[in-house]
């Protein structure tokens, strides 16, 4: 079993950057493939970004094409969400997500409780 924590989500301007951070404990954090996901009020729970253990590989959503940057340091045990070029609609709570692999919800066993992006026009 994994626990995760987001943090570094904030209030920001359309145009910035922010740097998410989800720092996992427990289990060896390199054997477990991760995600970024997003929930904006109303919606349903969207995939953002995910990194592959088996050989690195990412993937990401057309939303974050260009603009997002998933990575991780198994030294540290955290995985980073750089996200650039922000806008108004990147609004939401973003959560970060292991033990699967996938652009379901349904794919990843663990889950943390999120962080919120904010991004003012």
């Known amino acids: 079993q994994v626990q995760l924590v987001e943090s570094g989500g904030g209030l920001v301007q359309a145009g910035d950057s922010l740097r998410l951070s989800c720092a996992a404990s427990?289990?060896?954090?390199?054997?477990?493939?991760m995600g970024w996901f997003r929930q904006a009020p109303g919606k349903e729970r969207e995939f953002v970004a995910g990194?592959?253990?088996?050989?690195?590989?990412?993937h990401y959503a057309d939303v974050g094409k260009g603009r997002f940057t998933i990575s991780r340091d198994n030294a540290k045990n955290t995985l980073y969400l750089q996200m650039n070029s922000l806008k108004p609609e990147d609004t939401a709570i973003y959560y970060c997500?292991?033990?699967?692999?996938?652009?379901?919800?349904?794919?990843?066993?663990?889950w943390g409780q999120g962080t919120q992006v904010t991004v003012s026009s």
């Open positions: 427990g289990r060896t954090f390199s054997s477990y493939s």
């Open positions: 997500a292991a033990g699967g692999w996938g652009e379901r919800p349904s794919d990843y066993a663990y």
């Open positions: 990194l592959n253990r088996w050989d690195g590989s990412t």
